[in-house]
């Protein structure tokens, strides 16, 4: 129990205000709106949902403008809210094979059946400033030919001659509506609807690990609900790195490549678009479409030498997260893999293989908790250690003075 500071109610109303004050920043400056959060930072709206546990962009753009930007603090104010919310049932597992392609790209086939899509990337990108972005840019017109990546301005010099169909626009059969081609793009046949995972043809060949719910197809468990115990099973693994943090996992996942896990993989697929959630409601007995969610999957492929039991194959880390969010599922996928060292006789000697190092560090509002309480009152454990120290340090004294006071006689 902690001696509270009298007056400490009036001090801690006054730091909210605070808050709110450095929230705002300087009033001569346009306030953001939640809304401009969502559409311009949602790389950062995508994260917030991931370590927060519930698909909710305006929610996760809120937290975002209510913690200042800070990612951890938003997981947190979205953590909080998603245990006051009902809970219906789950849903029907999604497909991700009939996932809308927003960018699908693999490091191990060129000519990836269904055909490879770039997308939105950074990874072209020079990483240098771009300072037109310091201005604010007028709103597109529609038949302004944006979406053109980059150069796009010069789309806007387009000529009142020029086709008015030529809007740089993707057929709407093709993808959802509001994502757009880059230049000479439009004319290309429309993706396939159904798009097979890298692994799902390598496990055609039989050159890959097979993969089956455990007997019975029990309901996966829940670990916001029932007590993780160790060793874990693979979905409390996933579900611990699902909403995990994201630096850590990174971390983790590269210690993997410099060879403390033993793996050094290739990105089967990385492939970033919309899939349906489907609900099947008790009194209607069929599936119902909730809707679309923004997911990240990634599949990474690994050597595996085999064993007496099992022959030479491929082997997979599996990573999912929430928005567009590669990075994640990349490290996600890394780990994954090497956590299943015991499951392939290989020895968990490293960080990334410990299930309990992984899943009780990963948690990053846990984590924040635990470092950052250290901020709060501690007076009374902090005077038992300094009484306790001062009585060390006077029986110290005191036997050295008897040590000096018997060389004398020693000496004699």
Do not use: W
Not at 108 to 136: A, C, I
Not at 149 to 166: H, I, L, P, V
Not at 194 to 207: C, K, N, Q, T, Y
Not at 310 to 319: L, S
């Amino acid at each position: 129990m902690y001696v509270a500071v009298k007056g400490g109610e009036a001090a801690i109303l006054a730091t909210h205000d605070l808050v709110a004050e450095a929230r705002r920043g300087d009033e001569s400056v346009p306030e953001l709106a939640v809304s401009q959060i969502r559409e311009q930072m949602g790389v950062a709206c995508g994260r917030v949902m991931n370590e927060g546990s519930l698909y909710d962009p305006d929610l996760a753009a809120l937290a975002l403008k209510q913690a200042q930007g800070d990612a951890i603090e938003a997981a947190f104010l979205m953590r909080a809210y998603r245990t006051t919310l009902p809970r219906f049932g789950s849903s029907e597992p999604l497909d991700t094979a009939k996932m809308a392609i927003r960018r699908r790209v693999s490091a191990t086939y060129k000519d990836l059946p269904g055909g490879q899509v770039l997308g939105p990337t950074y990874d072209y990108t020079h990483r240098l400033f771009d300072f037109s972005l310091m201005e604010p840019r007028q709103a597109p017109s529609p038949l302004a030919g944006e979406g053109r990546g980059e150069g796009s301005r010069d789309a806007s010099r387009k000529t009142s001659t020029e086709s008015a169909n030529d809007t740089g626009f993707r057929d709407p059969s093709s993808a959802p509506s509001g994502h757009l081609l880059p230049q000479g793009e439009k004319e290309r046949e429309p993706l396939d609807a159904f798009m097979p995972r890298v692994p799902d043809i390598l496990g055609a060949e039989g050159l890959m690990e097979e993969e089956a719910p455990p007997a019975g197809d029990p309901r996966p468990f829940d670990l916001t609900r029932e007590p993780v115990t160790f060793p874990a099973e693979r979905d409390v693994r996933l579900q611990a790195m699902a909403r995990g943090d994201e630096g850590f996992l990174l971390g983790l996942g590269y210690s993997v490549q410099r060879g403390y896990g033993g793996n050094h993989p290739f990105v089967g697929e990385v492939r970033v678009g919309e899939v349906a959630v489907e609900f099947v409601p008790e009194e209607l007995g069929f599936s119902v479409d909730l809707g679309d969610v923004t997911l990240t999957e990634c599949q990474m492929v690994n050597q595996f030498a085999g064993s007496k039991e099992v022959p030479p194959q491929f082997t997979r880390g599996y990573g999912l997260s929430f928005g567009h969010s590669e990075r994640k599922a990349m490290s996600m996928s890394l780990v994954d893999r090497a956590l299943k060292c015991r499951e392939f006789g290989e020895a968990a000697t490293y960080p990334a293989q410990q299930d309990e190092f992984v899943l009780y560090h990963s948690d990053n509002v846990e984590a924040a908790g635990f470092v950052e309480h250290l901020k709060l009152p501690h007076y009374v454990d902090f005077q038992g250690e300094l009484e306790l120290i001062r009585r060390i340090r006077k029986e110290r004294e005191q036997r050295l003075a008897e040590q000096q006071e018997a060389l004398p006689e020693a000496a004699e």
